[in-house]
């Protein structure tokens, strides 16, 4: 019970001179309670109108560009995809090669004992046909990487960059990728 006389006690104390304070210091309270409402309308004016949108734009910005570094990753992995079945393939034309030349060759060993001329003339044909068939295959399969290198190049530029590109800058793109192709 005296602890709550003694606190009440200090309470009305600190009122006092918190009054006596203010009042020394000249301390309008009509004026004090205006400029604490104007305070906060500001402040409210300013987050609802100033900082909430720069807020929006801001994060609408960090997830185009998560959606761009996605796409980005995304077409690096289907050039991979891509370069990989290119590899694929010509392997597999120069096996088909390979194996078109052995056959041939044991074509031509067993013809050889019957007919030795005719047979060592068809063998060269047929290597003949054979490279010209594995260089063909090889250079359409280089053709339809450069396209689809090109195309994934296309995209992935107006991916990233957010724009549509026009069939001018298509094309530039296209091309510039062929020759850096072609160099290596």
């Not at 020394?24 to 309308?41: E, N, R, T, Y």
């Not at 004992?113 to 010209?132: D, F, L, N, V, Y």
């Amino acid at each position: 019970m005296q602890a709550t006389v003694l606190f009440a006690s200090i309470g009305s104390d600190i009122g006092e001179i918190a009054t006596g304070t203010a009042e020394k210091f000249g301390l309008d309270w009509p004026h004090f309670i205006a400029q604490c409402i104007s305070f906060g309308i500001v402040a409210f004016a300013l987050y609802k109108f100033a900082y909430q949108p720069i807020l929006n734009v801001l994060e609408e910005r960090r997830q185009r560009i998560a959606e761009s570094l996605a796409n980005a990753d995304k077409v690096k992995q289907e050039l991979a995809n891509a370069e990989a079945k290119a590899r694929e393939i010509l392997a597999e034309a120069g096996s088909r090669a390979t194996r078109a030349i052995e056959e041939a060759r044991e074509a031509a060993g067993k013809v050889r004992e019957q007919e030795t001329q005719k047979a060592i003339a068809a063998a060269e044909q047929i290597m003949a046909k054979a490279r010209e068939a594995a260089a063909q295959d090889h250079a359409r399969m280089l053709a339809e990487l450069k396209r689809e290198v090109g195309r994934l190049v296309v995209q992935t530029t107006a991916t990233v960059t957010g724009k549509i590109l026009t069939p001018d800058d298509q094309k530039r793109l296209a091309e510039e990728t062929a020759k850096q192709l072609a160099e290596k």
